[in-house]
């Protein structure tokens, strides 16, 4: 593969974004290599996927064993990961039951169907589930729909319908939205898309009091801000908070496809013929899953979340005095500089081009630059970044 992209055929690849002209090949840690051997260090991480980086022994070894033993029975049967998976999920957390998909918008689909099921048996045919403003649940129909990104509603319209959009962090704006046909809340406990906006801590609160008092259910969408992202397991447990029902993707498959939709035994209604898939479950992946989720509770490893989290948000916060931007957010190892300026995708574009080594960074809002590392990456690696960062801000902020 060490031809140059140009001599690389890609005609055959449908067209959906522009893309660098160069094929990533391997992957150590937080470094991936391309096809003319740059090496590229990588705070992207799949998008926010591979919370152990790349080429992880644990998970390497587990899809490995599995793969020898048994790749698909079928969902009609139990498998061994798949029970083990949901023990471990339920154990570590405040739900009840576990139902697995194989991405994040498919998890979320599950929760929107769970919710409008419970409505119908619980609260007389109750929908309409309350979404935020700059959210980002998925790219089905339906989660488009419940995404709060402009124009995302009539894209491919007609939307489907129920998803009437709040404004994070501001209660009232929910409040004023709650009639007897709503049925749930769904939140991201940081809008990661969004421009990593953190629910605040009296929101989440507030917002549970709420969804109680009016029967209403809580959907917490921790696609992205789960399984280690912020610094504990689940990012709801940074609020004292307990959600009727959560969804994970990303982090849970470590780099493959992977996702979960939980729910307490109080929620959990589906009955035969309302919910399935072909590769649900599978053993496979949920042998993966295992491996991830185990690693992340080995002693220890979430304090040092925490702790890089830290090392990374004062890092951040030296270059936005240094350079006169506007400081960061975020929580844990999902955190956003913000630049005051709408450089970010010119600085993405730069951090990837540098030379010898480039640098992998998003830049989800033009003003903003995205940073979700692996989350074993080194104190050492986050200086690096941090360093390659100056060298781009002096050139163009
Ligand atoms: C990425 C993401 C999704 C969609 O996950 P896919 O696996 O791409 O379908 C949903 N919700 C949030 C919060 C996400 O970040």
Not at 113 to 137: C, P, V, Y
Not at 262 to 272: E, G, K
Not at 304 to 312: F, N, R, T, W, Y
Request: charged fraction near 20%; include cysteine.
């Amino acid at each position: 593969m060490n031809k140059p992209i140009q001599a690389i055929d890609t005609h055959s690849v449908m067209f959906i974004t522009p893309r660098p002209d160069v094929i990533m090949v391997e992957g150590k840690g937080s470094w991936l290599v391309d096809n003319n051997g740059k090496r590229y260090l990588d705070f992207l991480q799949g998008w926010a996927v591979n919370c152990l980086g790349h080429g992880n022994p644990g998970m390497i070894e587990a899809l490995n064993a599995q793969a020898k033993k048994l790749i698909n029975p079928s969902p009609a049967f139990y498998n061994e990961p798949m029970i083990g998976l949901s023990n471990l999920l339920t154990t570590n957390s405040c739900f009840n039951k576990v139902f697995f998909a194989n991405s994040g918008a498919e998890a979320n689909e599950g929760a929107i169907k769970l919710a409008r099921k419970w409505g119908q048996l619980n609260k007389s045919g109750a929908f309409e589930i309350i979404t935020f403003d700059h959210s980002f649940h998925g790219r089905t129909l339906a989660t488009m729909s419940a995404s709060g990104k402009p124009n995302w509603d009539t894209m491919f319209a007609p939307q489907v319908a129920g998803f009437p959009k709040a404004d994070l962090n501001d209660l009232e704006s929910v409040k004023k939205l709650v009639t007897d046909k709503t049925v749930a809340v769904m939140i991201e406990p940081v809008q990661g898309e969004g421009g990593v906006i953190p629910a605040t801590q009296e929101f989440m609160r507030e917002l549970r009091k709420l969804t109680k008092e009016n029967n209403i259910l809580l959907i917490c969408d921790e696609v992205q801000a789960g399984c280690g992202r912020t610094g504990t397991l689940f990012a709801y447990q940074h609020y004292g908070i307990k959600p009727d029902i959560m969804t994970l993707g990303k982090g849970i498959g470590g780099g493959v496809p992977l996702a979960a939709l939980l729910a307490t035994d109080a929620v959990a209604c589906f009955v035969p013929g309302d919910q399935g898939g072909t590769y649900n479950g599978n053993p496979l992946m949920t042998a993966v899953g295992i491996s991830v989720i185990e690693q992340l509770l080995a002693p220890g490893f979430l304090d040092s979340v925490k702790a890089k989290g830290e090392l990374l948000k004062l890092e951040l916060l030296e270059l936005s005095a240094e350079f006169g931007l506007e400081g960061e957010r975020g929580e844990g190892l999902l955190r956003a500089l913000m630049l005051g300026n709408d450089i970010g995708g010119k600085l993405v574009e730069l951090a990837r081009e540098r030379s010898p080594e480039g640098l992998l960074i998003n830049s989800p809002r033009p003003n903003l630059l995205r940073f979700m590392p692996a989350l074993n990456v080194s104190d050492d690696e986050i200086l690096q970044m941090c360093g390659m960062l100056r060298e781009l801000l002096k050139e163009v902020a």
